[in-house]
């Protein structure tokens, strides 16, 4: 159980969780340029080797030819992105742990935290699964060669043309399956480590550095092990062609299984769970940093 002498305040956990974000970004967007460089190089030709042999081939390619810059191509589109997502995200949690809170001093148990980060979850996917489904769209028409959208704004028109709304949102069921129990996962398992890691009679404003990171890192990996298999769905959901899976994820989760077994749920486990560590470690270092800025400026906000 945790000791919390400041009162929650939902305002600047959205304001941390804003900076939190833009951190991960920074940590993890070098990972991401690989990860969509390895799942879209070209096929070699037979007796070519492939352009990259893997993960580590490819950073050394990509710095010896870019440079530094080239580790951080498309970065702005993420930030402007995830920084309104994280801050709404932390917001999320801030808001589920105040509400059952029924004095401001009260220490709140694991299911009840599980329960303020699944609210989280909640929050973020009416902001995350439009674009999701859009950023998904994109990325397959760029290895599959065929251009229906000029960019981003050019296909929420066409979505909308075509279905309305529902085609924006479709996958939403699947994003929520994806997010509410994993960010349950992620701040419970955060809260957790933070309480095993401060000495007895400490406070968590108390913890090292090292030890922030390292319950950061760890509350990433917790998440995208709920998160994976559901991602997976969605992606193959939300990318396939109108009308394929009648019954929603059902068909999806029988194909997939049927065809290639239950491992291919845990595809790209390890790029996801390379970046997992470092960026979210940056994530929650960059929300209590700017938490401890916030509480020394705003002591009252």
């Not at 804003?18 to 460089?37: E, S």
């Amino acid at each position: 159980m945790s000791k919390q002498p400041q009162p929650i305040s939902p305002l600047k956990n959205f304001f941390a969780g804003g900076f939190g974000g833009v951190c991960l970004v920074f940590a993890g967007h070098p990972l991401d340029t690989i990860k969509v460089r390895l799942q879209t190089q070209p096929k070699p030709k037979p007796g070519e080797s492939p352009l990259y042999a893997g993960t580590i081939d490819c950073c050394k390619k990509t710095l010896a030819k870019e440079g530094l810059k080239g580790l951080y191509k498309g970065m702005a589109a993420p930030i402007i992105g995830v920084t309104p997502m994280f801050a709404v995200c932390f917001f999320g949690f801030g808001l589920g742990k105040k509400l059952q809170q029924k004095t401001p001093d009260d220490i709140l148990t694991y299911p009840q935290l599980f329960a303020a980060g699944m609210l989280s979850g909640v929050f973020t996917t009416a902001i995350m699964a439009p674009g999701e489904r859009i950023k998904c769209l994109l990325q397959i028409q760029a290895s599959s060669g065929e251009v229906k959208y000029a960019g981003p704004m050019d296909c929420v028109k066409q979505l909308y043309r075509e279905s309305g709304i529902r085609g924006i949102y479709k996958g939403t069921a699947l994003t929520l399956m994806r997010d509410v129990p994993a960010s349950g996962m992620y701040f419970m398992s955060y809260e957790c480590l933070k309480n095993l890691l401060t000495p007895a009679g400490k406070s968590h404003n108390d913890l090292s550095i090292p030890s922030v990171l390292f319950a950061g890192g760890m509350a990433g990996i917790c998440n995208w092990a709920v998160a994976i298999p559901p991602d997976v769905l969605k992606s193959r959901f939300q990318t396939a062609p109108e009308g394929k899976y009648p019954n929603g994820f059902r068909d999806v989760l029988r194909e997939l299984i049927r065809e290639e077994g239950i491992g291919s749920l845990y595809k790209g486990f390890n790029a996801v769970m390379l970046r997992a560590f470092p960026a979210n470690a940056a994530c929650f270092l960059g929300f209590e940093l700017a938490m401890k800025f916030l509480n020394w400026v705003a002591p009252n906000l």
